[in-house]
């Protein structure tokens, strides 16, 4: 999660910050800045097998004339490939004038090798017509949705026919911002096998997530080749 520890208003989350820079048509510069610092953080990781990086686009970054080109590139450049990326769109991405674009820039980037992610679904006005443009790997369930599954009998079955249209579409499903233990409760009742938030663990800088992992026995003791 990239965040801009300003001096005087301090810190800035993802979502202000790149609003800004989209707004001053800065977003593709700064993404591409804050992708090179993850990866760099993320090739000292040892090379576990299924390990990806989760990063966010914004449409301006997919609709880049040199998009896939330059994302290649500075991979390389941290000695990894596009097997080990997740790319994570925002509903909107897919949606819209520019969703066709975007689709097939996508489609480019999952045929090199990307797994493609889309962020906060339920939270927005995606149609579920647009889950028949590129294949999804991954679907992020919105985080106010899944705390309305740990509350309301309702959503908790929506919240289920969801995983299970998202599943036989091909997709796996993340709950996102898990906080308590009734709406990690609520994700495994609605037959969601993964999940993010809080509870489970903090955001850590890449020294703070290597030692979090062999803590927790997800990687073994040994150094990165």
């Known amino acids: 999660l990239a965040r801009w520890s300003h001096p005087e208003l301090g810190p800035i989350r993802a979502p202000e910050l790149f609003a800004v820079a989209q707004r ?4 593709v510069p700064l993404g591409r800045q804050a992708l090179a610092l993850a990866l760099r953080e993320f090739s000292a990781l040892p090379r576990e097998e299924g390990l990806r990086l989760c990063v966010n686009f914004c449409s301006a970054e997919l ?7 330059a994302l290649g590139a500075v991979l390389r450049a941290a000695g990894l490939d596009f097997s080990c990326l997740v790319v994570e769109v925002q509903e909107e991405s897919l949606s819209g004038r520019s969703g066709q674009r975007s689709g097939a820039a996508l489609g480019a980037l999952r045929a090199a090798g990307a797994w493609i992610a ?10 579920l017509g647009a889950l028949l443009g590129p294949r999804l790997d991954l679907v992020k369930l919105d985080r106010a949705l899944v705390a309305r599954m740990a509350r309301e009998p309702e959503a908790l079955r929506l919240g289920a026919g969801l995983v299970a249209l998202l599943r036989h579409h091909g997709a796996e499903v993340v709950g996102k911002g898990v906080e308590t233990a009734a709406e990690g409760a609520a994700l495994r ?3 969601c096998r993964i999940a993010q938030g809080d509870a489970l663990a903090p955001p850590m800088t890449g020294a703070e997530l290597l030692a979090w992992l062999r803590e927790n026995g997800v990687l073994e003791l040994r150094s990165a080749p």
């Open 24 to 27: 001053i048509g800065r977003a």
């Open 63 to 69: 609709l880049a004339e040199d998009g896939v080109e």
């Open 118 to 127: 889309v962020d906060d679904f339920g939270g927005g006005s995606l149609s």
């Open 189 to 191: 009742a609605a037959g």
